[in-house]
């Protein structure tokens, strides 16, 4: 498949729609080929996607020392991410040409799960954007919502027990990013995000109208994914290629802002319970060979490995970075 497809959802609501079984069919051709589809039939409105777009460029739009005074620690991923701080994991190029804003999945101080894992715990929401925590939060659970349709179809598709994935989301490690990528001049070299695959489960995202995601294609070509008004573009991550020995596609992608225009984006990761262990669920394609992974551990070193002066160990998994 050389071009993403775009997918009508709306039948996963109701599993006896008459139209259910092809939708499936379809999101399983896209995640099997390509890795990435466009989907509409979300529920979620535009003026959401709006409000929460408004919402992430007055974060950013916050004073450079208030944003450093909320900067992420290394005991802490929540927060502000400066301008080409991070580098890719495994140290093979230059920082990335963008500052973010890190959020997790919202837990309280005292919630029982923080004494199971450190990586647990309350965002920092930024004082002078009031609405911030509502609006995302409220956005967030409705992406909760798309990404439980799309676990729902995955596990008919790839003929898994119900809820063979899904359980694996309850008090999830679910994270987002809420990003800010400066146009770049057009001979400029680099990347606002270095070529990746995603080692989540699933990402969602809203695009930005500027452009700028290309993903590769099996024959090596990078496109950009034709997404329509409304519409949100997904991918397949590498616990879901581990998850079903091979068939789900995690692809390759990267950002390049040429647009002369700022870019703002908040992809929604979606990443099981700290405890859980990704294996396949199904035997292994011939050559796909990796081994299981313990999301908590895992998330915890690709945490680890974005500091610039911290390296991958023989106990590091796969970090989703590639050549460039």
């Not at 080929?33 to 929460?52: H, K, R, W």
């Amino acid at each position: 498949m050389e071009h993403i497809p775009t997918i009508d959802i709306t039948p996963l609501a109701d599993p006896t729609d008459p139209r259910f079984g092809a939708t499936v069919a379809q999101i399983m051709g896209a995640c099997t080929s390509i890795g990435f589809l466009s989907i509409t039939g979300t529920a979620i409105t535009s003026e959401s996607v709006d409000d929460v777009r408004t919402c992430v460029r007055a974060i950013f739009d916050v004073t450079e020392q208030r944003k450093w005074d909320q900067a992420i620690t290394r005991d802490n991923y929540r927060g502000y991410i400066p301008m080409g701080f991070f580098t890719p994991n495994d140290g093979s190029g230059p920082a990335d040409k963008y500052e973010g804003y890190k959020l997790h999945q919202e837990v309280a101080q005292d919630a029982p799960i923080r004494q199971e894992c450190a990586l647990y715990g309350p965002n920092l929401w930024p004082g002078e954007v009031p609405q911030a925590r509502d609006i995302l939060l409220g956005y967030w659970t409705q992406l909760d919502r798309v990404a439980d349709l799309l676990l729902g179809a995955l596990e008919v598709g790839l003929g898994l027990k119900s809820s063979a994935l899904r359980d694996a989301f309850r008090m999830p490690m679910t994270n987002m990013t809420l990003l800010h990528y400066p146009p770049q001049a057009p001979d400029e070299s680099g990347y606002g995000i270095h070529p990746h695959k995603d080692t989540d489960a699933l990402t969602i995202i809203a695009p930005d109208p500027v452009g700028g995601l290309e993903v590769q294609t099996r024959t090596g070509r990078w496109v950009t994914p034709d997404c329509p008004p409304g519409a949100f573009v997904v991918n397949i991550g590498d616990m879901l290629e581990l998850w079903s020995g091979g068939r789900l596609k995690s692809t390759p992608h990267r950002v390049v802002n040429r647009s002369g225009l700022e870019r703002y984006t908040f992809p929604y990761f979606a990443v099981p319970r700290h405890d859980v262990v990704v294996a396949p669920l199904l035997p292994a394609l011939p050559g796909f060979d990796r081994p299981a992974v313990h999301c908590g551990h895992w998330s915890a070193e690709i945490w680890r490995t974005n500091w610039p002066d911290e390296t991958a160990t023989k106990d590091t998994p796969e970090l989703g970075t590639l050549a460039d």
